[in-house]
């Protein structure tokens, strides 16, 4: 049974869908319902019983299957490479943001984000490993990872980009030992 909260929502998937279905576009569109993440206002307003609870999820050290195998649109137009959860808050945005659905055509967001080597980095190898390379140990899940880095340490991820060229060397290196080695 779905909390009173969700229940009075009028934005649900089955809006939604309805409303795509007026404008044609139903087949074209995938809606993905996801859990409650540990983020932004739902730390103090959704009941800790309701969250997702895998405690798999936090020794989780690989790669990210989300980042960008899905990306969102945000109602600003803001196209970002993964699931939504780390772009709750706005200065997160601006790290995964990608571009503006308004200005360009999404085929070409999509091209920037294969060139973007957090999105390959988050992909590859995970935000846990992004977290300690910036000298920082955590148990957080995956998502609330990405908010951290899109928020309290944005600075120190910022600082990396100068090393973006070795970063994405080493990524190379350890994509190409992998194929190697299976």
């Known amino acids: ?3 009173s909260f969700i229940l009075g929502a ?3 998937t089955e809006y939604l869908r309805n409303m795509v279905k007026e404008i044609n576009t139903a087949e074209e569109v995938l809606f993905m319902e ?5 983020l932004g206002r739902a730390k103090k307003k959704i009941p800790s019983h309701l969250y997702f609870n895998d405690q798999t999820e936090l020794q ?3 790669g990210c299957i989300e980042a960008g ?3 969102s649109i945000l109602p600003d137009g803001k196209i970002t490479m993964c699931c939504g959860h780390a772009v709750v808050a706005p200065e997160a945005q601006d790290i995964f943001c990608l571009g503006y659905s308004k200005n360009n055509n999404l085929s070409q967001q999509i091209k920037r984000m294969q060139r ?3 999105y390959w980095w988050l992909h ?8 300690n390379t910036i000298g920082v140990k955590s148990k957080k899940r995956p998502c609330e ?10 600075e120190k991820l910022r600082m990396l980009a100068v090393k973006k060229e070795d970063i994405f060397n080493q990524l190379i290196a350890t994509t190409k030992n992998a194929n190697i080695s299976t």
Do not use: A
């Open 1 to 3: 049974m779905e909390p």
């Open 10 to 12: 009028r934005v649900r």
């Open 34 to 38: 996801d859990f409650f993440n540990r």
């Open 60 to 62: 989780q050290t690989s």
């Open 69 to 71: 195998r899905v990306i």
């Open 116 to 118: 973007n080597v957090l």
């Open 124 to 131: 590859l190898e995970g935000p846990k490993v992004v977290l």
């Open 145 to 154: 990872i990405c908010y951290l880095l899109g928020t309290t340490y944005r």
